[in-house]
């Protein structure tokens, strides 16, 4: 570790403080219905979107009733995507050419970009048209991060509100944050991208020869538009196979820092708004803390990991950190930075590639995913997520002092915590099952490229990923299969809807609850101890659930590397 790395991840932290408390008021007003320095130019726009559907938005839904639109209109964006690839080669905008999705690749994408997980089992280059990338991929892109947010907003509501029927409107909350949040916003990035170098262009490829006289197609496309949505929403797909590491996708150091600060900021905004909806800033700021933590502890591990690197090469007299599949523009610091970041946030960018971290180093992006991507997590999807662990910590409390808990003057009975723990238990059952059966399954072990406990830890990674709605993965598996493509599938379902069904139906038993005032019993949930508390139920329930499989994983790998055996 060097201090010139350390100054790095410290700007980085930084910069990222500094944007929460702007970007969270400005998102507070939004879903407040506030006026805005954009409403001059977009509230005729939102008033003519409403008139255009029909609807009034200032009727509210009951949860229920949220939760069904919220679930039609995914499953018309599944359809519209997974239609999109198997026509794919008779629409136009195809200049390379493209045929056909096979339909097991095309669930699996469609999946995918609809559960805001953007894993991709095939080269973004070589299998998706322009027409793909944009009426597809992007806009899927703009839909799952809006929903996200959308729940958290609800989610809010219910914390917020007292004795109340509704939680919001999901139609006008998406297209608030659509049109006031993510365009915006994904305007100045697209900008900013194509001045540092991104492509955007709907020209052909282009060949070009090589100084030995070979021939190269250099692929092309409406790259950079892609990029600000992939980053901003924490969505991760590559429009080239290389993903940020591909010089198209990142092209220098300061491209990096904008990616990296994109895939955190409107997550980490989200626990100010939550402190300025519910009536103290301090709550939110207490959650962000949690975040910071474990955040700064997944960093430095891994960062110290791989700037150890492997004893076996030192044993060669080769010096220096693990830089196996890292890219020499942004060096070790930097790579293990945007690992931990991607990996906290449901983001499933990459700009090195984590199968070739160490043992401990390629742990750390595993373990950010089982704990349920909270560390920041993705827009919208970390905060309703963080938002079950605060539930079962102030239960804990609760047990401990011997009263009903409570949290920002609410009641946290039997309901609520029976649904925070549905919504929390769901992931690992699909990330360890799949995991299981797909270890011994022959057609599934046939993907595996390494043996022995890295083996193992590629699959495991694989359905982590998919079930925590990442999207990143170890490069050794090789996905496009049919079990693969249906089981990750699968995975990405229940991450994804089996944490949002029971997020929503809290916010609507919240939000028909009576405010208690605080008493002297009452538990403070702004403070040092609570968010000590909440580190410590995250890492319990995260340690107890996942132990066993890290044991026979990245733990027994990093054992047998310092005794001199590799896989």
Request: with cysteine.
């Given at each position: 570790m060097t201090m010139n790395g350390w100054i790095q991840i410290l700007?980085?932290?930084?910069?990222?403080?500094?944007?929460?408390?702007?970007?969270?008021?400005?998102?507070?007003?939004?879903?407040?219905?506030?006026?805005?320095?954009?409403?001059?130019?977009?509230?005729?726009?939102?008033?003519?979107?409403?008139?255009?559907?029909?609807?009034?938005?200032?009727?509210?839904?009951?949860?229920?009733?949220?939760?069904?639109?919220?679930?039609?209109?995914?499953?018309?964006?599944?359809?519209?995507?997974?239609?999109?690839?198997?026509?794919?080669?008779?629409?136009?905008?195809?200049?390379?050419?493209?045929?056909?999705?096979?339909?097991?690749?095309?669930?699996?994408?469609a999946v995918s970009f609809a559960t805001n997980t953007n894993w991709q089992n095939y080269g973004g280059e070589s299998t998706m048209s322009y027409l793909v990338q944009m009426a597809g991929l992007a806009v899927q892109n703009f839909v799952s991060a809006a929903t996200?947010?959308?729940?958290?907003?609800?989610?809010?509501?219910?914390?917020?509100?007292?004795?109340?029927?509704?939680?919001?409107?999901?139609?006008?909350?998406?297209?608030?944050?659509?049109?006031?949040?993510?365009?915006?916003?994904?305007?100045?990035?697209?900008?900013?991208?194509?001045?540092?170098?991104?492509?955007?262009?709907?020209?052909?490829?282009?060949?070009?020869?090589?100084?030995?006289?070979?021939?190269?197609?250099?692929?092309?496309?409406?790259?950079?538009?892609?990029?600000?949505?992939?980053?901003?929403?924490?969505?991760?797909?590559?429009?080239?196979?290389?993903?940020?590491?591909?010089?198209?996708?990142?092209?220098?150091?300061?491209?990096?820092?904008?990616?990296?600060?994109?895939?955190?900021?409107?997550?980490a905004a989200l626990t100010n708004v939550f402190g300025r909806m519910v009536g103290s800033e301090r709550q939110g700021w207490a959650i962000l803390a949690s975040m910071g933590v474990l955040f700064l502890a997944g960093v430095i591990v891994c960062y110290w990991a791989e700037a150890a690197g492997n004893p076996l090469v030192h044993a060669l007299g080769i010096d220096g950190g693990n830089m196996e599949g890292k890219e020499t523009r942004f060096g070790i610091a930097l790579s293990a930075l945007f690992a931990v970041i991607t990996t906290a946030a449901s983001c499933g960018a990459v700009n090195a590639m984590h199968d070739s971290f160490t043992a401990l180093g390629g742990m750390i992006p595993l373990i950010n995913m089982q704990l349920g991507?909270?560390?920041?997590?993705?827009?919208?999807?970390?905060?309703?997520?963080?938002?079950?662990?605060?539930?079962?910590?102030?239960?804990?409390?609760?047990?401990?002092?011997?009263?009903?808990?409570?949290?920002?003057?609410?009641?946290?009975?039997?309901?609520?915590?029976?649904?925070?723990?549905?919504?929390?238990?769901?992931?690992?059952?699909?990330?360890?099952?799949?995991?299981?059966?797909?270890?011994?399954?022959?057609?599934?072990?046939?993907?595996?490229?390494?043996?022995?406990p890295h083996g193992f830890t590629e699959v495991l990674y694989a359905y982590t990923s998919a079930a925590a709605n990442n999207g990143s993965a170890f490069g050794g598996l090789s996905g496009n299969t049919p079990w693969y493509n249906i089981t990750l599938g699968i995975g990405m379902l229940m991450g994804r809807f089996l944490v949002i069904i029971p997020a929503l139906a809290i916010a609507g038993s919240l939000a028909a609850k009576k405010t208690v005032p605080a008493s002297a019993g009452t538990f403070p949930t702004d403070g040092t101890l609570f968010v000590g508390l909440l580190v410590g139920v995250i890492i319990i329930v995260g340690g107890l659930t996942f132990f066993p499989a890290l044991a026979v994983g990245p733990i027994v790998e990093h054992l047998a590397m310092i005794h001199g055996q590799t896989f």
């Open positions: 700007i980085y932290c930084g910069i990222l403080v500094a944007l929460v408390k702007p970007l969270g008021g400005y998102m507070y007003r939004v879903f407040d219905g506030d006026r805005t320095f954009l409403s001059p130019v977009l509230a005729s726009v939102e008033r003519g979107l409403y008139r255009l559907a029909g609807m009034n938005e200032k009727e509210e839904q009951h949860w229920a009733l949220y939760a069904t639109g919220m679930l039609l209109f995914n499953l018309a964006g599944f359809l519209v995507l997974y239609a999109l690839q198997r026509l794919q080669g008779a629409l136009p905008y195809n200049p390379a050419g493209m045929t056909a999705v096979e339909p097991g690749l095309a669930f699996n994408t996200g947010i959308a729940i958290a907003i609800a989610l809010i509501r219910g914390f917020a509100r007292a004795s109340g029927k509704s939680i919001g409107n999901f139609w006008v909350d998406l297209t608030r944050c659509m049109l006031y949040v993510l365009l915006p916003l994904c305007i100045v990035l697209t900008l900013a991208y194509v001045w540092l170098g991104i492509p955007q262009t709907l020209g052909p490829y282009v060949d070009a020869t090589t100084l030995e006289g070979a021939k190269q197609t250099i692929a092309l496309g409406p790259v950079a538009s892609q990029i600000a949505i992939k980053m901003l929403g924490t969505n991760g797909g590559g429009f080239f196979n290389a993903n940020a590491a591909h010089p198209f996708e990142n092209p220098d150091a300061i491209s990096n820092l904008i990616q990296m600060l994109s895939i955190f900021a409107l997550g991507e909270v560390i920041v997590g993705g827009v919208g999807a970390g905060f309703y997520g963080i938002l079950m662990f605060v539930v079962l910590a102030v239960f804990v409390a609760g047990l401990m002092v011997g009263r009903t808990p409570e949290y920002l003057g609410k009641k946290i009975e039997a309901k609520e915590v029976k649904m925070a723990m549905l919504a929390i238990l769901c992931l690992p059952l699909a990330m360890l099952i799949f995991t299981a059966i797909a270890v011994v399954l022959p057609s599934a072990v046939a993907s595996i490229a390494n043996g022995g």
